[in-house]
């Protein structure tokens, strides 16, 4: 496979995943924008129309009744109205819980939209922090150092791994010189396995954790950046 064409690949996909995390957070503002929306509009009608949340503003109905002196019957307590205080909590607005409950929401909601786009600016650092350090890294290996490491990663990829033997006949090299090369990207943090089988002989691996980051084609572009 081109390893340009295969490198632009995993870029697209980087670009893909971003896509899909920003779409993420333009719904949880989309949401968020229509519930400020409701609450606005319901404050509106409220100041549009105060006597219906506040029955204190009643008007009084004007009777055509004769008004008859009340010093000539017994005092008597007046009926309670209602009032927009509940009596249980001391005064405390009834609907506060309602408002309480509507503040929740949006604060959860306020919350969800600023983690997710922390959340995506976490992602995009990490990334961008990633690549620089893979290319830093490779950029300091010299041109025989680069071709071992990258032979035993074409090795690994082929069939699981590589030794000093393979690589010194795939390289026209002295087993020496690839242990030498070996020790030498290991020094500069290339991130190369070796494992000693039967007391004897040396495997060469690319460690995992590099070939879950990037592949070869991408190490080649970064590189070449």
Known sequence: MDPIKDAFGKVKDDIDFLRLEIDEIRKNLIELCEIMKQITKKEDENRQN??????????????????????????????????????????????????QQTDKYIENNQNIGKNSIENAAEMLKSLDNIKKDIRQKFKKLTEQEWLVFSTIYQLDEEIGHSDYRILAERLKLTESSIRDYVARLIKKGIPVDKIKLNNKNIQLNISKNLKQIASLPTIITLRDL
């Open 50 to 99: 105060p006597t219906i949340n506040n029955p204190a503003h009643i008007p009084k109905i004007q009777t055509n009744q004769q008004i008859i002196p009340a010093h000539n019957y017994p005092l008597k307590s007046l009926n309670t109205q209602n009032q927009p205080f509940s009596t249980g909590n001391e005064g405390v607005p009834a609907d506060r819980q309602t408002d």
